[in-house]
């Protein structure tokens, strides 16, 4: 019997940007919230937006359209620019909106009445709860790891697909934090010899990195998984 090492690569509970010019295209969403910008790229991981407006202001033709029944009285989107108060909070339905390595493009509608974004609109996504990427592998598929930078190491894994092309995780850690990675790691393959069990190695669900050793000495921030094409 030997141990399966078991990774859930992170998810953050929320993450915003705020708008440095009137457009419908956010900036991207920093990395330290939600991993590898490139690798954050459905909007059906998204379950809402909220747009909180700085001051409040519409125009005739809109950039975007709030849900409805968020605001009383319901909407009708007339020619009427539409104004809504100072610092408030309103939702942007998710499935209209286009997403694509960590940039959200809210729906450009054009038509009359509703909201236009404006400098210092604070856009927020608030990501779904169990669709996490999560992925184990046997001990006896761990071929190493190694320092890629300072603050990134990369563990290397025979395919599952049983082929010659290796699948990798890649980890954020701290500056210092490669020696214990290793030690962790390490700990993890050796854990349970004679039956072996599933080993949580590291756990990024909601935002919070939930490792083995309990207390994160590597100062893992986030793990990202890149397995051979064709899963």
Do not use: W
């Given at each position: 019997m030997e141990?399966?090492?078991?990774?859930?690569?992170?998810?953050?509970?929320?993450?915003?940007?705020?708008?440095?010019?009137?457009?419908q295209t956010c900036p991207a969403f920093a990395a330290a919230d939600i991993g590898v910008v490139n690798n954050n790229d459905n909007v059906n991981?998204?379950?809402?937006?909220?747009?909180t407006s700085l001051d409040g202001g519409g125009t005739g033709h809109a950039?975007?359209?709030?849900?409805?029944?968020?605001?009383v009285p319901l909407l009708d989107y007339s020619s009427t620019a539409l104004a809504i108060a100072e610092g408030t909070t309103h939702w942007v339905e998710p499935s209209t909106q286009a997403y694509a390595n960590g940039?959200?493009?809210?729906?450009a509608h054009g038509v009359a009445g509703g909201y236009t974004l404006d400098t210092g609109d604070i856009v927020t996504a608030y990501w779904q709860t169990g669709l996490e990427t999560a992925f184990m592998y046997?001990?006896?598929?761990?071929?190493?790891?190694?320092?890629t930078d300072t603050n990134t190491s990369s563990l290397t894994f025979a395919s599952i697909k049983g082929d010659s092309t290796d699948?990798?995780?890649?980890?954020?850690?701290?500056?210092?934090?490669f020696d214990a990675l290793c030690?962790?790691?390490?700990?993890?393959?050796?854990?349970y010899p004679r039956d072996g069990r599933l080993i949580n190695v590291i756990d990024g669900h909601d935002g919070n990195v939930v490792t083995l050793d309990g207390n994160n000495a590597a100062g893992i921030t986030?793990?990202?998984?890149?397995?051979?094409?064709?899963y």
């Open positions: 141990n399966y090492l078991y990774f859930r690569k992170n998810r953050p509970i929320s993450a915003s940007v705020t708008l440095g010019s009137a457009t991981e998204i379950a809402a937006i909220s747009v950039t975007v359209l709030f849900t409805t029944d968020q605001i940039v959200l493009v809210l729906d046997p001990v006896s598929a761990f071929k190493g790891i190694v320092a699948d990798v995780i890649t980890i954020e850690h701290a500056n210092d934090g030690k962790m790691i390490n700990d993890a393959c050796h854990a986030t793990i990202e998984f890149a397995p051979e094409s064709g």
